[in-house]
């Protein structure tokens, strides 16, 4: 895609512009204030909308007055040559899209044609500015697959919002320092509810008197304590005296014995002089022998001379000792895997609970195909389903007993609150009263009326007036008007007959009217209250009875239903234990390990092959060597140890070479050997005269007799010890001195003091029982009716916690997913992106820098060519934008397929010297082949860096009512 054209409407300070693009690279240059950024944004915010009112960012709107906004013609493989125009309409402008065969669109068109991109993704990889490229020293390779990857092609940005969305609810849910969080909340509520509990507590009438008799039984405890303690003193010094008796017997006996071995005088280093002499004597006879030796084995050596078959064979077996080194190499390396292995095969049966023969020999026999972990991660499932189940069943219960609960608590309040029998009666009553009264009233009036004296002619007028207003009535069909005056003419003429017949009333009936009316007078709204009373109470009772016994019945199915699931979860966990148990597994471990039981199991069973293919290796790594050690002793007519086999076939093949040439040096060695065999049995006469005057020292005229007075002494210096060792004991029980050596009396006197010691033990026992018991007391105080409601309140609020806790768990989870799944996206984009960009940069700094790569950390560094690796924060600034500018083309290329779009560049080589200026024009013209190039920059002497470009002056751009062409 390539922008060939813009024309301006009005936006900023141009108006009335149209501008040509050329295809590969368009420099766009002029001073501060020329407008060149206001270019910039007219092509981003044609394209992908103006922007709110209250956004940062300016929408550039004309002061002139003139038409707000411009047109885009694009030019695209797809597509062809598009025209975008966007002017003034809702608030990020009307659109209208026109291709090049007539067909106009909008929007949708319009989001088609960038490929479904919008601003923030076009920017962080097609267009950018100096600012932008200030941060890839704060920058990992996270953020680095944030900025550059979320360009809607890998479905990062989904993710990340939904990563940001997830972390907004688990700060809901809680913050380590927060107080409105929901768990905050609760968490401030509990440790309330622990107060409250604690003040519950305290507040019991009784707890006092029982608490000052339990301070009374810890001042008596700590007096039979005193007893006690002075009797086990009293005790210990009694024990100590008895252990002084042994010791002082012990002490007697060792000074008679050292009395009877008396006084012995042995030469002060006599031991170590006449081990000396010895050592001395054996050296010489060693040299006497090995001379001896030596000489037998020169003259052999010297009946060997001559012998030419056995040297030849000799010289065969040093041909091979390459052959020799490796097979014993490739043994040990054979050993070193068998020793790993076997650790390996340890361990992990160690990890899956074998240490059996049977039980090993289960699990390297058992089906670890991924069709049988799945049949055991269904049956885990069930196990997990059915758990489920369960609980949610145990909630429900709860919450219906909990309704059963509240609704007779509800029907106890309206017991206590319902009216008495007697109020009951007179409301049950007052319906048929009211009736009477409403009669008697009525019987009351009438007949005072009858009383008075009416004169017919008000009657008279009367009824006509009812008969006009009931004629109007009907003449205006108002019917309500008509029946008025019926009833009027209706009452008059009643009157005229009463006033004709005056009929006789009874006085009787009348008495009786006016005592029932006397009887209830003023009451009638006290009655009517009462009614209305009876009747709510009779309702709501009716309607909680029937609410209770629904909770009743409700109850009893989910017991019934809950029983049903806890047998079928019991079934599940006993079929996954029994599959686990035939199969070798552990049953005890979690349903999560699995999985992990079986990565285990492959792996034993991978480890168990190799070892013995190991151990048949080195069986016949162990045959070859023995054969060859079988030649060479044949060779060599003797047994020679296999560490040394060719040290000495080469010593033995050194010696048949020189055979014939050393013949005059045996002969010298037979005299030096015997003149040294002279000396040393001279030297050995003197040795031996030395060893009798040191017997003679000792008192002793043999060597056995020298050792046995050594030994003799040594035994009165080991008894000497000994007896300093009682002494040290008799010193140690100086506090028992004071008694006598009375066996009998000291064991008496500590039966005493114990008998005394178990009476106060046992006063202890009786107090701390008492004590026990008004502890029990005390405790048993604070546990009222209030302080169980609190309990009852916090046990609430704690699973309430607990259930938040799990919600903010569950979304922890989800974000840590989020988490691993842009780290996969990142390994799987990134890598391509990186190659490309090592390519770039190193052409950028014209080799000075071989690569960018990610260390340990997460973070970027530059590998100079030479190896060494530095930081984004050591480079220059220059060569960190140059690294950024490296990834940004980087990944332009790799999306080219994708999204062909021009690059857009705002004066990004300020900071760049002459030659990495070079080296990255250069590049840039390499890339406008694929890519155009639209580049702003107040730099009259960087457009010169690309002869071929279309070079525009914005200075020079007027605003002109037919528009300029440039």
């Known amino acids: 895609m390539k922008i060939e054209r813009l024309t301006i409407y009005g936006f900023g300070r141009h108006s009335n512009v149209t501008i040509e693009l050329g295809d590969g690279v368009t420099v766009f240059y002029g001073e501060n204030e020329a407008g060149k950024t206001t270019i910039y944004q007219f092509i981003l915010q044609v394209l992908f909308g103006f922007p709110p009112k209250n956004s940062a960012l300016l929408r550039y709107e004309p002061k002139t007055g003139s038409h707000y906004g411009g047109k885009v013609v694009l030019k695209d493989k797809k597509y062809g040559v598009v025209e975008v125009e966007r002017i003034?309409?809702?608030?990020?402008?009307?659109?209208?899209?026109?291709?090049e065969d007539g067909k106009m669109g909008g929007q949708t068109e319009l989001n088609d044609l960038l490929r479904q991109y919008d601003r923030t993704a076009f920017e962080s990889v097609f267009s950018f500015s100096l600012f932008q490229l200030q941060g890839l020293e704060q920058m990992d390779s996270d953020e680095l697959s944030r900025t550059l990857l979320s360009s809607g092609t890998t479905g990062i940005d989904l993710l990340l919002q939904l990563e940001k969305r997830l972390e907004k609810e688990k700060a809901e849910l809680f913050k380590k320092s927060g107080k409105n969080p929901q768990m905050n909340v609760l968490l401030k509520e509990l440790r309330e509810l622990e107060e409250t509990l604690k003040i519950q507590r305290a507040k019991v009438d009784e707890y006092e008197p029982a608490l000052n008799r339990v301070e009374e039984l810890?001042?008596?405890?700590?007096?039979?304590?005193?007893?006690?303690?002075?009797?086990?003193?009293?005790?210990?010094?009694?024990?100590?005296?008895?252990?002084?008796?042994?010791?002082?017997?012990?002490?007697?006996?060792?000074?008679?014995?050292?009395?009877?071995?008396?006084?012995?005088?042995?030469?002060?280093?006599?031991?170590?002089?006449?081990?000396?002499?010895?050592?001395?004597?054996?050296?010489?006879?060693?040299?006497?022998?090995?001379?001896?030796?030596?000489?037998?084995?020169?003259?052999?050596?010297?009946?060997?001379?001559?012998?030419?078959?056995?040297?030849?064979?000799?010289?065969?077996?040093?041909?091979?000792?390459?052959?020799?080194?490796?097979?014993?190499?490739?043994?040990?390396?054979?050993?070193?895997?068998?020793?790993?292995?076997?650790?390996?095969?340890?361990?992990?049966?160690?990890?899956?609970?074998?240490?059996?023969?049977?039980?090993?020999?289960?699990?390297?026999?058992?089906?670890?195909?991924?069709?049988?972990?799945?049949?055991?991660?269904?049956?885990?499932?069930?196990?997990?389903?059915?758990?489920?189940?369960?609980?949610?069943?145990?909630?429900?219960v709860q919450r219906v007993k909990e309704m059963e609960r509240r609704t007779a608590q509800q029907l106890e309040r309206l017991s206590a609150e319902a009216p008495s029998p007697d109020e009951q009666a007179q409301a049950a009553k007052w319906p048929s009263v009211r009736a009477r009264l409403s009669e008697a009233k009525a019987y009351v009036s009438f007949a005072k009326k009858e009383q008075q004296s009416t004169s017919k002619t008000v009657i008279w007028i009367l009824l006509a007036a009812a008969i006009v207003v009931a004629g109007y009535g009907v003449l205006q069909k108002q019917w309500i008007i008509a029946l008025l005056g019926v009833i009027i003419a209706a009452i008059s003429g009643y009157g005229l007959m009463q006033k004709q017949q005056r009929p006789s009333q009874s006085d009787e009936r009348m008495k009786e009217m006016s005592a029932l009316v006397k009887a209830y007078e003023g009451k009638e709204e006290a009655y009517e209250e009462l009614c209305k009373k009876t009747d709510?109470?009779?309702?709501?009772?009716?309607?909680?009875?029937?609410?209770?016994?629904?909770?009743?019945?409700?109850?009893?199915s989910l017991q019934n239903k809950l029983a049903v699931q806890v047998q079928e979860e019991t079934n599940a966990r006993r079929q996954l234990a029994e599959e686990l148990l035939e199969c070798g597994l552990p049953a005890s471990g979690g349903i999560e390990v699995i999985p992990e039981l079986f990565r285990l199991v492959r792996q034993l069973q991978e480890t168990n092959r190799f070892l013995i293919e190991r151990l048949n290796n080195q069986q016949e790594k162990d045959k070859k060597i023995q054969q060859h050690l079988e030649s060479s002793r044949a060779v060599l007519g003797r047994e020679v140890p296999e560490a040394d086999l060719y040290t000495l076939i080469r010593q033995e093949a050194r010696k048949l070479r020189d055979a014939s040439l050393s013949a005059e040096t045996y002969e010298r060695q037979v005299k030096e050997l015997s003149r040294t065999m002279e000396e040393k049995m001279l030297e050995l006469q003197a040795y031996r005269q030395q060893e009798q005057q040191l017997f003679e020292r000792a008192g002793v005229h043999d060597k056995q007799s020298f050792y046995d007075a050594y030994d003799r002494w040594q035994h009165i210096q080991t008894l000497q010890l000994s007896l300093d060792g009682l002494n040290d004991q008799l010193k140690t029980l100086h506090h028992a001195e004071g008694f006598d050596d009375d066996e009998g009396w000291i064991e008496q006197q500590l039966v005493l003091s114990e008998e005394r010691l178990a009476t106060a033990e046992h006063v202890i026992s009786e107090l701390t029982d008492e004590r026990a018991g008004l502890l029990h007391k005390t405790e048993a105080l604070l546990s009222d009716d209030a302080h169980l409601h609190?309990?009852?309140?916090?046990?609430?609020?704690?699973?309430?916690?607990?259930?938040?806790?799990?919600?903010?768990?569950?979304?922890?989870?989800?974000?840590?997913?989020?988490r691993q799944t842009m780290?996969?996206?990142?390994?799987?984009?990134?890598?391509?992106?990186?190659?490309?960009?090592?390519?770039?940069?190193?052409?950028?700094?014209?080799?000075?820098?071989?690569?960018?790569?990610?260390?340990?950390?997460?973070?970027?560094?530059?590998?100079?060519?030479?190896?060494?690796?530095?930081?984004?924060?050591?480079?220059?600034?220059?060569?960190?934008?140059?690294?950024?500018?490296?990834?940004?083309?980087?990944?332009?290329?790799?999306?080219?397929?994708?999204?062909?779009?021009?690059?857009?560049?705002?004066?990004?080589?300020?900071?760049?010297?002459?030659?990495?200026?070079?080296?990255?024009?250069?590049?840039?013209?390499?890339?406008?082949s694929k890519h155009q190039f639209i580049v702003f920059t107040c730099h009259e002497t960087l457009a010169p860096h690309w002869p071929k470009a279309k070079t525009i002056n914005v200075s020079e751009i007027g605003n002109s009512p037919e528009g300029v062409a440039l």
Not at 244 to 266: A, C, H, M, T
């Open 88 to 99: 003034r309409g809702k608030s990020a402008g009307d659109v209208t899209v026109r291709f």
């Open 218 to 396: 810890e001042r008596q405890l700590s007096a039979e304590r005193n007893t006690v303690q002075s009797c086990q003193v009293e005790s210990k010094k009694l024990e100590s005296a008895l252990l002084r008796i042994p010791i002082i017997v012990n002490r007697n006996r060792l000074l008679s014995e050292i009395e009877e071995l008396g006084q012995n005088e042995f030469p002060v280093n006599g031991i170590r002089d006449q081990e000396m002499l010895e050592s001395k004597k054996h050296e010489a006879e060693a040299v006497h022998a090995r001379a001896s030796f030596q000489l037998q084995n020169v003259k052999d050596e010297l009946e060997k001379e001559g012998q030419k078959d056995r040297e030849v064979a000799v010289e065969a077996l040093l041909a091979k000792e390459s052959d020799w080194h490796v097979l014993q190499q490739e043994l040990v390396s054979t050993k070193s895997d068998i020793a790993r292995l076997t650790t390996e095969r340890h361990r992990l049966l160690s990890l899956l609970g074998a240490s059996e023969s049977p039980a090993v020999e289960v699990l390297l026999q058992l089906d670890s195909s991924f069709t049988q972990e799945q049949l055991l991660q269904q049956l885990a499932d069930r196990v997990q389903q059915t758990e489920r189940a369960v609980q949610s069943s145990q909630l429900e």
């Open 823 to 928: 780290g996969e996206l990142k390994d799987k984009k990134l890598p391509a992106v990186l190659t490309r960009a090592n390519n770039l940069f190193a052409q950028l700094t014209a080799g000075q820098y071989a690569q960018l790569e990610i260390n340990m950390d997460g973070k970027f560094q530059a590998i100079r060519k030479d190896g060494q690796p530095f930081e984004i924060a050591e480079l220059s600034q220059a060569t960190k934008e140059q690294a950024y500018l490296a990834l940004r083309l980087a990944l332009a290329s790799e999306l080219a397929d994708q999204a062909p779009f021009p690059v857009i560049m705002d004066d990004p080589f300020v900071h760049f010297d002459a030659k990495r200026l070079s080296q990255m024009t250069q590049l840039i013209s390499e890339l406008s």
């Open 536 to 556: 709510d109470f009779i309702r709501k009772a009716e309607q909680l009875t029937m609410a209770a016994n629904g909770y009743e019945m409700d109850i009893d």
């Open 790 to 818: 609190t309990q009852q309140l916090y046990e609430n609020k704690k699973a309430e916690f607990n259930a938040l806790a799990f919600s903010w768990l569950s979304r922890q989870v989800a974000a840590d997913a989020i």
